[in-house]
């Protein structure tokens, strides 16, 4: 189930999933490697784009945001976490995958351009005069990015078609395969990381700013009351008395992106394949486990495989929350 074997037909020994043939001589191949690498790969990108955000937030709403913007912020982002994951899949598979290939370079600009910015326009606002600064916006500054971003992303994405033609030739997938040797599918890591970190983002927003919003306020005054600045106080003070239930947010982050299945299956091209590029898919256990059980005949070895494979999957959640656990409660302490 876990190490290379050499199958009849194949230069190698290897490790393959692929349960069914066109044939009666076909042999079952049920590695279970591929399988744990898909979900290991699909939680990797789905925390790469979901926990600077839902963190990051999660610290802006609770400590700078204005009250009023807050009242409307954190339950837009708990209706986030109400979508049924298979809307989020279908969505990814059929709406956001084609977006994604064509305007990938504009993509990668937007990662870079947005953050710079958002650093310009802050240190713009703190260069202004003070008379220009209205202390009634203190808290708003997130609703005054706002231009800012949309301007940001219309800007990347006209960026990004002029990278294409001017350094790819005017197809930067056609570019990758032929100079790099990398095949691109539609539906990518990329993809379900983009999918599955909007999936993910409410949970670990709404436990860290509970945990956030619950530091004693005698802390974040006695801070204050000695001279630091609310930014430090927030580093300092805030965050790692916070710090506990961000752990726990993380933890239980990671163990819904691991144990996701509709997202996984429907914006995947759900191959098991073991590469480390973002531009190809995966399978995970869970999403496997939802493909082949209708099929898989009872008491037969498929049928077994698949419930090794639950165990797996089992031990994976297990093991990560109980290490979570162990840190969380290790901070605490301290």
Do not use: C
């Not at 650093?119 to 202004?128: G, K, P």
């Not at 008379?131 to 992303?153: I, Q, S, Y």
């Not at 495989?305 to 290490?323: E, H, P």
């Amino acid at each position: 189930l876990f190490g290379r074997v050499h199958y009849e037909g194949y230069a190698g020994p290897g490790w393959m999933w692929q349960s069914t043939g066109g044939s009666e001589a076909f042999e079952p191949k049920f590695s279970l490697t591929p399988l744990a690498y898909g979900t290991l790969k699909g939680t990797f990108y789905s925390l790469l784009f979901a926990l600077p955000l839902g963190i990051l937030g999660a610290v802006y709403t609770s400590q700078f945001m204005h009250p009023a913007l807050q009242r409307l912020v954190k339950p837009a982002v708990e209706i986030m976490a109400g979508l049924p994951s298979v809307v989020v899949g279908f969505l990814a598979g059929l709406w956001l995958a084609p977006h994604v290939a064509r305007h990938l370079p504009g993509l990668v600009v937007m990662g870079l351009l947005l953050p710079a910015l958002v650093l310009l326009a802050a240190w713009v606002w703190h260069s202004l005069p003070a008379r220009f600064r209205d202390p009634r916006l203190m808290g708003w500054e997130g609703v005054l990015l706002l231009p800012v971003l949309a301007g940001g992303m219309w800007l990347s994405l006209r960026l990004g078609t002029a990278l294409e033609a001017a350094l790819f030739a005017g197809d930067f997938r056609l570019w990758l395969y032929e100079y790099r040797g990398v095949t691109y599918d539609v539906r990518n890591s990329i993809v379900v990381g983009i999918a599955m970190g909007f999936a993910v983002i409410p949970i670990i927003f709404g436990i860290s700013e509970d945990a956030l919003a619950g530091v004693p306020r005698d802390l974040i005054a006695g801070s204050l009351a000695l001279g630091a600045t609310p930014w430090r106080t927030v580093v300092g003070v805030v965050v790692p008395t916070a710090l506990p239930g961000i752990i726990s947010a993380v933890v239980i982050g990671i163990g819904r992106a691991v144990g996701e299945t509709m997202i996984v299956l429907m914006a995947t091209g759900n191959t098991a394949v073991m590469n480390l590029s973002a531009f190809t898919g995966f399978r995970a256990l869970s999403a496997n486990i939802a493909v082949e059980m209708p099929e898989a005949p009872v008491g037969g070895t498929l049928y077994r495989v698949l419930f090794a494979s639950a165990l797996l999957l089992f031990a994976f959640t297990f093991t990560l929350n109980t290490a979570g656990e162990l840190v969380r409660l290790r901070m605490q302490r301290r």
